[in-house]
């Protein structure tokens, strides 16, 4: 009996444990009054939705992020298509390492040569998804927040908000937006035109 209770936690299983416990409190959160912008709090099934749709970083929505979720809300819902980005990022890596396992040894070391990567540093591929995330977010950041505030109407704090949020969002495919009519306004601009195409 003890023996089917026993469960191997290999990394591929403690990241998607990971997922259902960062979906069930993302769910949590978005519930809370102050993640609304006004009226009641989120139903159970808005929140879920919109904490799966973060999560799982396909964009899809019930309800209006830009006027619906309050400045908390759009927060956590940032974090959690993080989560999401970077976890499906990682449990790619992660499958390929496994795949790479059960080649043979010359497969395996020709796959080590091509790729430069021990294949049983599982931290080194962790720390090399998060440190290349944060590169090129924090550069998307600063490019967003730039050509925001000096070509369009917005403020600076307006702009470095609007800026960070579409920067996380778009590394991550995540597809959620701040402004109403998603980025259409934007689609003619040079200046924003690489990340005009993000789903609304």
Known sequence: MLRFLRIRFTPARVLVGLFAVVLVLGTVALMLPPSTAAGPNATFMDALFTATSAVTVTGLVTVETSTYWSGLGQ???LVLAQFGGLGIITLGALAGL???RRMGLRGRRLAQVESGLDLGDVRRVIYTVLATAAIVEVTAFVLLSGALWLHHDLTFEQSVVN???HAISAFNNAGFTRFDDSL???VTDPSSRSWSRERS
């Open 75 to 77: 927060a956590i819902i």
């Open 98 to 100: 496994v795949v790479s």
């Open 163 to 165: 800026g960070l949020f």
């Open 184 to 186: 259409a306004e934007y």
